[in-house]
């Protein structure tokens, strides 16, 4: 069992982004390839950022991700976030990445896979950055 410690540490932030995890996505391990795990974090937190925005954004940077544990193939990916800073056109959002394994033995036992920080800018249609709504 890859999580034999029971836990009451809870993911934070919303629930951005749901998704299983298929055998095209592994490496040459067998597990899931950390480049996809890279690619949901940064839909689910582009997702946020939008909606933060109101409009079309951009990622322009990763501050740090941090991979804590493998995920299988079938496994659900989850991926919860939560913004943590907003300035004049950027945002900052935290991310973290929690699996419900699909395993009998395992399937009560969810767990914390992943963590990053994400920087995304507001643009306007030509690409140019653009405030962020007061509101936000």
Aim: charged share 25%; aromatic share 6%.
């Amino acid at each position: 069992m890859r999580n034999s410690v029971k836990t009451d540490q809870v993911p934070k932030g919303q629930l951005l982004l749901r998704t299983l995890s298929m055998p095209a996505d592994t490496n040459a391990n067998g597990d899931i390839f950390g480049g996809w795990i890279m690619s949901q974090l940064d839909l689910a937190g582009a997702i946020l950022a939008q909606e933060i925005s109101g409009g079309r954004i951009v990622t322009v940077s990763v501050s740090s991700i941090t991979f804590k544990k493998p995920v299988k193939v079938g496994d659900v990916v989850c991926c919860y976030g939560e913004c943590t800073k907003v300035g004049r056109t950027s945002m900052s959002i935290d991310l973290e990445v929690w699996v419900k394994p699909i395993k009998e033995d395992e399937v009560s036992h969810r767990f914390q896979v992943c963590e990053a920080t994400f920087n995304y800018v507001a643009i306007d249609s030509e690409g140019k950055p653009r405030p962020i709504p007061k509101n936000s």
